[in-house]
C-alpha cells in the first residue's frame, strides 16, 4: 500500500483525456503520467504494423516516468497489440476493450450490441472475440467511423455542429438499423461527441464509455495489487505530447475541465 | 545532359501524386523516386517544428536514393522549411508554394486572391509574403480548411459526396464573399476535391493547382541545369510510404490511373 508512483496513461492524442477525466474523479489521490501522441495522431486509419510501433514507444516512454500501470486509453492500440508488445512491461496493463465489451454484455437486453470505432479497431475484430467469450448469443454490429477522430481534433464538437451531425447520422444509419439497445463508444474519443450521438440517436440506446470502464478496472486492480497511493497524496497530472504543447492545451482545457498549460510537456517520441 | 538519375518527390501522403501525375505527363523521360509519410499523415494541422523534422527524414530518404533534384509536394513543408533545413540538399529543390502564387498573380484580372491550405501553411503567411513580393497591390484572402486532407485520406471524394459538399461550403463561404476570381489550392490534396469544390464556387473562379505549378518549374530547372534524362529513357517512378504500402497502393490508383501495386515499398522513416 501507499504506492506513491504515476499511473501512466497514453493515447494517439487526445482521446485517451477522457480515461483521464475519469482517473482523476476515480483516484483523486493518484499521480498520472499522460502521454499523447499528438505528432502522429490518428492511429485508426493506419497499419496494424505501424500501430504497434507507436504503441511500443510510448510504453517505453512512459516506463522512462518509473509508472506502477500503464493503460493503453486507446481502442486501436487495445485492438492492436500482441503479447509480444506487452513483454517490454513489467507493471500491470490495463486496456480499454475488454471493461468495454464486459459493460456491453451486462447492459443489452435485447442480445443486441453496436459498436463503433476507427477502422483499425473494427477490422481487428477483437469487441466480436471478446464479446461472444463472454456471450455467444449477443449479435454484434460493428460500424468503422474514419472522420470522427479528425473531427474531434479538429475542434467540430459542438452538440449541434452540422457537418459532425451529417457524419453521425450516416455513420450511426447502420446502428439504428440493427436495433441494437447498446453501444459501445469504441474510440475513446467519442465520448467527446456525446451530444451530437444523443442528438442521432435518441434516449433509447445505452451508450458505452470505454475510457470510463477502463478506470474502473484500473482501481480494482491497484487495490487488487496493493499499489494504491496514500489517502493523504493529491494527485496530479502531468501531460506529454508529441507535438506543440501550446496547441494540446488549447484542446484539452475543455476535456480535463480546468487549464493544463503548466504541466504539458512536448518530447521526442522517436528516441523511445 | 542525359543524367539518368530520377526525380525526389515527397509529400505527408496521397497529395503529393497531384503533382507525380503532373511530372508523368510533363517529364515522361523521368524516372521518379516519391516518398508519402502516411503513417504520419497529415502534417498541416501540426506545429511547425514538428513539419520541419519530419520533412528533413524525407528529404534525407529521398537523398538515399540518389535523386537529382528533391520536390517538396506538399504546401505544408513548403511553408515551413528554412534555409537550414535545406542546407542537408545539395541538389536542386523545387517547392510548391512559390509557382502556385506566381501564377496567381498573372491570372488574376480583379486583383482579388483567395487561397485554401492547413492551417499550418495558412498560419505560416507564405503566400502572402509570395504574392506581396510580385504584387503589393493585391488583396489575398486565407482559409485554413483542417478537413480536407482527412476526408481525402478517407475516401469522401465524390463530385456530389454530401460531407464535403457542406464542409466545403462552410470552408468557401469567405472566398465567395471576398469576390476573388482566382483560387489557389494550396494543398497538393485539394485537386482531388476539385470536382465538389467546383460545383460549390461555380465556373467563374480560375482554380491554381500547386502540384501542376510545380511540376513545370521542375520541367525548366531540369532544363536550365543540364539534368534532363536522355529522351530514349522511359520514365519509372517508384513509389515508398511509411505505413501499409498495400492500404496506399489503393487510394494512390485513381490518382494515378493506373496500378501502384507492384511498385510501392513500405519504409520506416525514423531511421532518416
Not at 510501433?53 to 486507446?74: G, T
Request: hydrophobic share 40%; aromatic share 6%; with cysteine.
Amino acid at each position: 500500500m501507499n504506492d506513491s508512483r504515476p499511473i501512466g496513461v497514453f493515447d494517439s492524442g487526445l482521446g485517451g483525456l477522457t480515461a483521464v477525466r475519469a482517473l482523476q474523479t476515480l483516484l483523486p489521490n493518484e499521480h498520472i503520467v499522460y502521454f499523447g501522441d499528438t505528432g502522429r495522431v490518428p492511429y485508426g486509419t493506419r497499419s496494424r504494423e505501424t500501430v504497434r510501433k507507436y504503441a511500443r514507444q510510448d510504453m517505453r516512454f512512459l516506463l522512462s516516468h518509473e509508472v506502477k500501470m500503464v493503460i493503453a486509453a486507446c481502442n486501436t492500440v487495445s485492438a492492436s497489440v500482441s503479447d509480444d508488445d506487452l513483454s517490454l512491461l513489467h507493471v500491470p496493463f490495463i486496456e480499454v476493450l475488454t471493461p468495454a465489451a464486459r459493460r456491453a454484455v451486462s447492459c443489452t437486453k435485447n442480445k443486441k450490441v453496436a459498436l463503433i470505432g476507427t477502422p483499425a479497431t473494427v477490422k481487428s475484430g477483437a469487441y466480436e472475440r471478446a464479446i461472444h467469450a463472454l456471450n455467444p448469443d449477443i449479435t454484434l454490429t460493428p460500424v468503422a467511423c474514419p472522420l470522427f477522430v479528425p473531427l474531434v481534433e479538429n475542434g467540430f464538437t459542438a452538440d449541434d455542429d452540422p457537418v459532425t451531425t451529417l457524419v453521425a447520422q450516416k455513420y450511426l444509419a447502420p446502428v439504428i438499423e440493427s436495433g441494437a439497445d447498446t453501444l459501445i463508444l469504441g474510440c475513446t474519443h467519442y465520448p467527446i461527441l456525446k451530444g451530437v450521438l444523443r442528438r442521432v440517436l435518441g434516449d433509447s440506446v445505452t451508450l458505452i464509455d470505454s475510457g470510463k470502464e477502463a478506470a474502473k478496472q484500473a482501481k480494482s486492480c491497484l487495490m487488487q495489487n496493493g499499489l494504491l497511493a496514500a489517502d493523504t497524496q493529491t494527485g496530479e497530472t502531468q501531460y506529454y505530447v508529441s507535438d506543440s504543447a501550446e496547441s494540446f492545451a488549447m484542446l484539452a482545457e475543455p476535456i480535463i475541465g480546468e487549464s493544463v498549460a503548466d504541466c504539458a510537456t512536448q518530447i521526442d517520441i522517436d528516441t523511445y
